[in-house]
Nanobody, 128 residues
Framework: QVQLVESGGGLVQAGGSLRLSCAAS????????MGWFRQAPGKERDFVVA????????YYADSVKGRFTISRDNAKNTVYLQMNSLKPEDTAVYYC?????????????????????WGQGTQVTISS
């Protein structure tokens, strides 16, 4: 079992920044890949970014490339999402997720069904 707890959401103006954190517990953190997804009201859950278990590879959705940065600290069992130049369309509940299965995350990074554990989500609201 893996428990994930997100934090860092809030309300900011367009152009501002936020840093989300996701603290993991229950299994060796460095043994699983991590991802962030988001879900806006009335919409499906969308892939945002993923990071491999070693942290050496990262993959971004086109909509956030150049603005968001994912990182992980395996010593602290935490993954971070630095979000800059925020836009109103970034408003959503943000979820972190853990992928425990083997194989490269490259081909399936954006598929929610590939992730085995999810956090409860943190609300991010961007005002125009």
């Amino acid at each position: 079992q893996v428990q994930l707890v997100e934090s860092g959401g809030g309300l900011v103006q367009a152009g501002g920044s936020l840093r989300l954190s996701c603290a993991a517990s229950g299994r060796t953190f460095s043994s699983y890949d991590m991802g962030w997804f988001r879900q806006a009201p009335g919409k499906e859950r969308d892939f945002v970014v993923a990071i491999s278990r070693s942290g050496s590879s990262t993959y971004y959705a086109d909509s956030v490339k150049g603005r968001f940065t994912i990182s992980r600290d395996n010593a602290k069992n935490t993954v971070y999402l630095q979000m800059n130049s925020l836009k109103p369309e970034d408003t959503a509940v943000y979820y972190c997720a853990a992928r425990l299965r083997g194989g490269s995350i490259y081909y399936t990074r954006s598929m929610a069904d590939e992730y085995d554990y999810w956090g409860q989500g943190t609300q991010v609201t961007i005002s125009s």
